[in-house]
C-alpha cells in the first residue's frame, strides 16, 4: 500500500538535497536475529531471506562468522550459507571479526564481509574480548587476506555517538577508528548508533568529521525514535547507503540498551513519500515482517508494520 491508498496526496518530489536513490543494507537476519531470545530454525532464516529478496531488497545481510557461544542464535551460519539460494542481483555479506571466522566465510564461498570495530575501550572489551588498539591487530590480517581473495570488505563502527559505559563518544575517536577501517582497504564504513541515542545535528557533525561521504553508510537503532530522523540528517548530508532491519527487528546481545533497528518499512515509507527510489515492494516486505513476527511469537515494533499490516 502507497501514499494514495491511505488518502495521502501523491509522491512529494524530493529537494534537491536528497539522493534519488538509496541503498538499503538489510540487516534483519544478522542484527534482527542475533538478538532474539529464541534460536530462529535455519529453514525460516532461509525464507525469511529469501521473501527479503523478493520483496527487492538487493543487499541482505545474512549472518555471522563469529564465535558460535557467543552468538549461539547464528551458530547455524555455514548450514545457513549452504542451504542458501542466491538470487542474481543480491548481495548476501556475513559478519567475520578474525582469522577464524574468515577461514570458515571462505569455505562458505562468501564473496562480501563485514568486520565490526569499537569506537570505545569497553565494548571492544564486550564485543571482541580485544583492547581498543587490539582489535586492529586482529582485523589487520583478516582484511588482508580478505582482499587478496578477492572480497569485498565492509567496515562498521559501534557506538558512534553514545556508548552504555563511557557515556558520550568523541568524533575524533570515531573518526580514528573509521579511518583506519579505510586504509585497511574497507570499500565503505557504516557508523553505527549501537544503543540509538543520537540525534540529527550529532549525526551532521560526525559525518562533516569524516573527509568524503560517498563512502559512508549509516546505522541507526531505534531505541529513542530517533533512526528515522538521524537517517533523514545523514541522507541530507549526502549518504546514499542505509542500514535497516526489516520490521525494526535487533540489538547487540553485548549492549543491552541496544534495540531495534531502523525498521525498514519506515524507512520505505519516508523514502517513497519522498520520492527517493529503493527498488523496494513496501507491501510484500510487510507480509514479510508479519510472517516473521508470527515466527518469533511477538509483534513488529516496526509502526509501518502494525498500520499496514493485517
Ligand atoms: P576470543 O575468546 O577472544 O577468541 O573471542 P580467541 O581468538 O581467543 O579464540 C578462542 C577460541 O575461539 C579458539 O578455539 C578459536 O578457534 C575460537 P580453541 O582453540 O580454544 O578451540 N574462535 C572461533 N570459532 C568460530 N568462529 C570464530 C572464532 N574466533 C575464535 N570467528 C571473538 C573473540 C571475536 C571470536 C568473540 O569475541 C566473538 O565472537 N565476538 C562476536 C560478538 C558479536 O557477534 N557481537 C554482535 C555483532 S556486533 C553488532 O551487533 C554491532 C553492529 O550491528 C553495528 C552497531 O549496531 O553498532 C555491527
Ligand atoms: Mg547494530
Known sequence: ?????????????????????????????????????????????????DRLASAGLSVLEATSFVHPKWVPQLADAAELLDGLVQRPGVTYPVLVPNERG??????????????????????????????????????????ARALAAGMDVRGYVSMCFGDPWEGAVSRAQVVGVGERLLEMGCSQLSLGDTIGVATPGQVEALLGGFGDVSRLAVHFHDTYGQALSNTLAALRCGVTTVDSSAGGLGGCPY????????????????????????????????????????????????RVVRALGK
Open 1 to 49: 500500500m502507497g501514499a494514495r491508498e491511505v488518502g495521502l496526496p501523491d509522491v512529494v518530489p524530493s529537494s534537491r538535497e536528497l539522493p534519488s536513490r538509496v541503498t538499503i543494507w538489510e540487516v534483519g537476519a544478522r542484527d534482527g536475529l542475533q538478538n532474539e531470545s529464541v534460536v530462529v530454525p535455519v529453514a525460516v532464516k532461509l525464507e525469511f531471506l
Open 102 to 143: 574468515l577461514d570458515r566465510a571462505l569455505e562458505a564461498g562468501v564473496q562480501h564481509i563485514a568486520i565490526f570495530a569499537s569506537a570505545t575501550e569497553t565494548f571492544a572489551s564486550r564485543n571482541l574480548n580485544r583492547t581498543l588498539e587490539s582489535q586492529f591487530e586482529m582485523f589487520e590480517p583478516t582484511v
Open 255 to 302: 549492549a543491552e540498551s541496544a534495540t531495534g533497528n531502523l525498521a525498514t518499512e519506515d524507512l520505505v515509507w519516508m523514502l517513497d513519500g519522498l520520492g527517493v527510489e529503493t527498488g523496494v515492494d513496501l507491501d510484500k516486505l510487510v507480509e514479510t515482517s508479519v510472517w516473521m513476527a508470527e515466527r518469533l511469537g511477538r509483534p513488529s515494533p516496526s
